[in-house]
């Protein structure tokens, strides 16, 4: 495997210069979909004011990647070594295929030694997904990847509960594949599928896609994890307390909610062959030291 050394970091030093006890990486890129680009986590508006929390806003969205990406560099920085240079090129609605065109070899310019790479949650949603063929497609990614000396952090999927459980057997397969091809590849794992409180619906904002910030707070827990490294918060994966059922009549309600406000919207899109990532552009397009300044948000 032909390795490509990354591009020292502004201060002139390399991740092999960091001391034992910081973590050893020093570009961390995020890509992927709408899950790597945090929502719903959002960072208040440019103005100041909160942004309202698991629920769509126009607000920029922060999410685990954002949050790993603060864990990792504020560990470097305690141990004297240079903050943590990272970006995002994460975009809501984008498929795997989009992912490998789009993001892989922007990444890979930017010369990471860290490469988060979440996706196929699009995919699997849609009926006609070929589970083997995405593992394929995720597989040569992954090898593309490591094959200039970047470690990979990958990511299995949820075990969806309620409206969306009908997908666990192919996020299943697709789990089985994902530890498959890091095992062969020397990649690291995100378990999402393991992790209890998501299996919660106070974790899930109001689309039940997408998490609330809580949920990307454990998760980004669970990525350092995935990376050999100790959690910020030990509780990470206790399930919360259980709520007392709710009532038929009012679980019904809120699923007739639920399908108006998110259902119908994502299969008329489905129907104009459109995305919610359409004209978009990544948010953190360039590696810069983490986190940045509150302007910069």
Same mark, same amino acid.
């Given at each position: ?10 201060d002139?030093?390399t ?6 006890s910081?973590p ?6 995020a890509?992927g979909?709408?899950?790597?680009e ?15 929390a698991?629920t ?38 984008r498929?795997?295929?989009?992912i ?7 990444a890979?310019?930017m ?8 996706g196929?949650?699009?995919d699997?949603?849609?009926p ?12 040569q ?8 000396g ?15 459980s009908w997908?666990?057997g192919r996020?299943?397969?697709?789990n ?8 062969k590849?020397?990649a690291h794992v995100?378990?999402? !599928?393991?992790?209890d ?8 904002a109001?689309?039940r896609i ?5 949920g990307?707070r ?5 990525g350092l ?7 910020d918060d030990?509780d990470?994966?206790?399930?919360l ?9 009012e ?9 108006r ?28 030291? !983490?986190?940045?300044a509150e302007d910069?948000?």
């Open positions: 495997m032909t390795t490509q050394a990354p591009t020292p970091t502004p002139g030093t991740p092999g210069d960091a001391p034992a910081a050893p990486w020093a570009r961390y890129v890509i979909d709408s899950f790597s945090g929502l719903w986590d959002p960072y208040p508006f440019d103005d100041g004011t909160p942004a309202p698991g769509e806003s126009d607000a920029k969205q922060r999410g685990w990647a954002d949050r790993l990406a603060g864990a990792l560099s504020e560990r470097r920085t305690a141990a004297g070594a240079p903050a943590l240079e990272y970006a995002n090129l994460a975009i809501r609605g498929l795997l295929r989009h490998l065109d789009e993001q892989v070899d922007v890979l310019a010369q990471p030694d860290l490469v988060s790479f979440v196929g949650g699009n699997i949603l849609r006609q997904a070929d589970i083997d063929v995405l593992s394929a497609r995720l597989e990614g992954v090898a593309k990847i490591r094959a200039t970047a470690e990979v952090l990958l990511g299995t999927g949820f075990k969806a509960g309620a409206g969306l997908t666990r996020v299943g397969q697709f089985a594949n994902i530890w498959t091809i890091a095992r590849h020397g995100l378990d999402l !599928w393991g992790l409180p998501l299996f919660d619906l106070r974790m899930w109001d689309d997408h998490l609330t910030p809580e990307h454990r998760v980004a827990d669970a994890v995935g990376l050999g490294l100790e959690p030990a990470y994966a206790v399930a307390d259980p709520l007392p059922p709710a009532a038929f009549v679980r019904a309600r809120a699923n007739a909610q639920w399908a406000t998110h259902v119908v919207p994502w299969v008329q899109r489905r129907i104009k062959h459109t995305s919610s990532g359409d004209g978009r552009a990544p948010k953190w397009g360039e590696p810069a030291a !983490w986190p940045p910069a948000r």
